[in-house]
């Protein structure tokens, strides 16, 4: 299951090109280095929505095992509040090549009371993606895997660098939109399913932007179910806003509160 405090980085996806290093990655348009990104994060409690922690997102222009990488982090955390109900603490890392072609992933979890490790190594031997796996349990186990997928594969955060480079004019409303997703254990389709755009408020009444809207869907235990709704700006950033989680334990939402250093003027600002 795709955590889904964690998946403030899913955005969206065009498409998947399988075998070769190169076909993994994709020429970026949206961001640059530098680019930082802060999100407030509320819940539904007994119909009132209190705040209950932070969301912080940046990519900077670094080095991996001697070639020029982009590095990526993901930091959410929850306040007093939250703690009372679901203690959240999740730090994700990513480096991907200057094409966005993933290189490593790790994330290091305290949910609930429980703590746990995923890492994912990708290689490109012969042209095609190599996945090597670790899982450090809440129980301390430490549990390995090597796995040959025959396509290309993500992880959470890689696929938000690719997805944020997809052309809109591409889909259509009700396009779903098949992901190959990787953590530490598991590998996974998950799906999107482009709803069409419109027009959001954020939270404080301070912006408004127009937004496509998409719906993140899994399957468990045999169902198919919404876990997200997010909205991404209409222009050439397509920068996630808004966040609509449907959480075991009610409904939560992410609000952008921030941000700088983005690449593109932000035309789908209209407040």
Known sequence: ???????????????????SYAQCGITNTAF????FLSYDLYFNWQFVWVKVGTASMSTVKSRYKGQDAYRSSLITRGNNKLDNMFVMRDTLLTYSTMNLSPLYHRKGALEGDRYYVDEIWYTYPNGKCHLRQHELTSSGEHLWK?????KCVYDMMSIYLRARNFDASTLKVGQKITL?????RHLQDTWLIYKGKETIEMKNGSAKYRCLVMSFMEREDGQ???IIRFFVTDDANHIPVRLDMFLR???????????KGIRSP????VK
């Open 1 to 19: 299951m795709i955590r889904p405090w964690a998946a403030l980085c899913f955005v969206v996806l065009l498409s998947f090109p399988v075998n």
């Open 32 to 35: 640059q280095s530098g680019e």
């Open 146 to 150: 090597n796995t040959d997928p025959g």
């Open 180 to 184: 190959p997703i990787a953590d530490g």
């Open 224 to 226: 198919t179910k919404e």
């Open 249 to 259: 334990f009610g409904s939560a939402k992410a609000y952008l509160t921030g941000m």
């Open 266 to 269: 932000l035309t789908s600002k």
